[in-house]
Structures are given as structure tokens and as C-alpha cells.
């Protein structure tokens, strides 16, 4: 059983920039590719990208492309979402899962964070 932790969320303006951390106990962290989700009020939760067990390969949603980087230390069981230049439309709680599935859709998710709110406002 792995758990997931996020952190890092909170207030950030237009134009600014945030990192999200993702803390993994219980499993062979390693082992998993991790993504990153987000839930925007009112919608569906999205992906928004995703790195690969090694961190060689990662992969964006066209969205955050350019803006965001995903990245990963297995030394320290830790996924990070550096988010640059927000937009009002990155507003959401924002989570992390673990998959040793080669695809990115929610169900082929293994385990989730419980989730951290990132409100892009004035």
C-alpha cells in the first residue's frame, strides 16, 4: 500500500509560480510512474502530466505545456509539479497517483493523494 501526501498548494497571482510536492511511504516509490490531476470546480478531474518511474520521460497536457515540469527524486520518495506563469484557469485541487499501468487515465491509477487546492487570483 503506498500513501501519497501533497503539499505546497495555497495562493498564488497570475503570472506567478508554485511547486507542489508529493511525498510516497509504504511502497517501492521507484517502481511507480506518477501524475499529476487536477479538479477545477464545477469539472471533471484532468490530467496534467505525468513522469515516468526512472524520470526519464515525462508527459504534458497541452494546457500546462511549456509552464509545467514534473520531476522526481527516488532518493527522497518525492514527485514535484513546478508551475510557472498561472493562469486564473490552473485554479484546482491538484493530486498526485502512482500507476504501474502504461496509461494516464484516472481508473488505471494504482493510489491518490488526498489532494492540494491551488487558487490562482489578483
Known amino acids: 500500500q503506498v500513501q501519497l501526501v501533497e503539499s505546497g498548494g495555497g495562493l498564488v497571482q497570475p503570472g506567478g509560480s508554485l511547486r507542489l510536492s508529493c511525498a510516497a511511504s509504504g511502497g517501492t516509490f521507484s517502481t511507480y510512474a506518477m501524475g499529476w490531476f487536477r479538479q477545477a470546480p464545477g469539472k471533471e478531474r484532468e490530467f496534467v502530466g505525468g513522469?515516468?518511474?526512472?524520470?526519464?520521460?515525462?508527459l504534458y497536457a497541452d494546457s500546462v505545456k511549456g509552464r509545467f515540469t514534473i520531476s522526481r527524486d527516488n532518493a527522497k520518495n518525492t514527485v514535484y509539479l513546478q508551475m510557472n506563469s498561472v493562469t486564473l484557469e490552473d485554479t484546482a485541487v491538484y493530486y498526485c497517483?502512482?500507476?504501474?499501468?502504461?496509461?494516464?487515465?484516472?481508473?488505471?491509477?494504482?493510489?491518490w493523494g488526498q489532494g492540494t487546492q491551488v487558487t490562482v487570483s489578483p
Open positions: 513522469i515516468s518511474f526512472g524520470g526519464g520521460r515525462t
Open positions: 497517483a502512482a500507476t504501474r499501468a502504461i496509461s494516464w487515465s484516472d481508473e488505471d491509477m494504482d493510489y
